[in-house]
């Protein structure tokens, strides 16, 4: 178990997760690791919270207070800009949700997200 999985608001996390990285212009299948998530973890003071492949991650170094911390970072963070936009979950992970018998549960909680996953990959 451990972290393969998790809930972070409306979205999953974990390497248990496939997902495509959220560069706009890449279609690169990645996962939800923490290995992809800007800023070198999902919950990053640096990152934006979204998972790039290698390509899109930069080795940048900010400054904080007197030293510097460096961390992997989309182009966006790296230059203190707004994040680009979320992707839709990746449709492997939505068909997953919507018909693994580990999620029947969730399902019958979630029926209002359950639907909006459902009509994002119609
Ligand atoms: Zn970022
Ligand atoms: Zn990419």
């Known amino acids: 178990m451990g972290y393969q999985v ?6 999953w996390g974990g ?3 496939p997902a495509v990285c959220e560069h706009p212009k890449c279609n690169e299948e990645i996962d939800r ?3 992809y998530a800007c800023g070198g973890e999902p919950f990053s003071e640096y990152g934006c919270d979204r998972y790039f492949c290698g390509e899109h ?3 940048h170094c900010f400054n904080v ?3 510097r911390e460096c ?9 203190k800009r707004d994040s680009f936009p979320y992707k839709p979950e990746h449709p492997d992970w939505v068909k ?5 018998v580990s999620w029947k549960k969730w399902r019958k909680n979630n029926s209002k997200k359950v639907k909006e996953l459902a009509d994002s990959i119609k």
Not at 6 to 11: A, K, N
Not at 71 to 78: I, Q, S
């Open 15 to 17: 390497y248990g997760v």
């Open 65 to 67: 207070g007197r030293g």
């Open 57 to 59: 991650r930069v080795y």
């Open 96 to 100: 997953h949700l919507l018909t693994d």
């Open 33 to 35: 690791g923490i290995s």
């Open 71 to 79: 961390v992997e970072v989309c182009e966006r963070c790296a230059k």
């Open 6 to 11: 998790y809930q972070v608001g409306d979205r």
